[in-house]
């Protein structure tokens, strides 16, 4: 894929806000409130599940690649994620895993997908 050495914190950055996104639209639907605590305590195992395969990525390398890594990162965001949040004594019924899989999908690969299309395209254009 594409070479991410300098630009791979900042795409990190926008996929702990796409996961912070996936937490205040879940606390809204689910009427909870939408204050700042409550979003970032309800995407915190989430970030922790992406931190953790952020990690064991390579980022500097992967940041923006659709398979196998990205894959891999949105899957283990989502069972890391669930795994923390029933550690940290909170539900995880199976339409919610099934919703957070859904979105978080959307959100991280869609990211991902947008990221490549741009790069071939800025690409084409140099050629």
């Given amino acids: 894929?594409?070479?991410?050495?300098?630009s791979?914190?900042?795409?990190?950055?926008?996929?702990?806000?796409?996961?912070i996104l996936f937490a205040l639209l879940?606390?809204?639907e689910h009427e909870h409130g939408l204050d700042l605590g409550g979003i970032l305590w309800t995407a915190l195992p989430f970030i922790i599940g992406y931190l953790v395969m952020l990690a064991v990525?390579?980022?500097?390398k992967t940041i923006s690649s659709l398979w196998p890594t990205g894959v891999l990162v949105w899957l283990g965001?989502?069972?890391l994620?669930?795994?923390?949040?029933?550690?940290l004594n909170s539900t995880a019924a199976i339409?919610?895993?099934m919703v957070a899989t859904i979105v978080l999908?959307?959100?991280l690969m869609g990211r991902r997908a947008i990221t490549y299309f741009i790069a071939k395209r800025s690409g084409q254009q140099q050629a």
């Fill in 1 to 6: 894929m594409m070479s991410n050495n300098r």
């Fill in 8 to 19: 791979w914190p900042l795409w990190a950055a926008v996929d702990i806000l796409l996961i």
């Fill in 26 to 28: 879940g606390r809204r």
């Fill in 57 to 60: 990525s390579r980022p500097w």
């Fill in 77 to 79: 965001t989502v069972a």
């Fill in 81 to 87: 994620g669930i795994a923390t949040r029933l550690a």
């Fill in 95 to 97: 339409s919610f895993v």
């Fill in 105 to 107: 999908g959307l959100f």
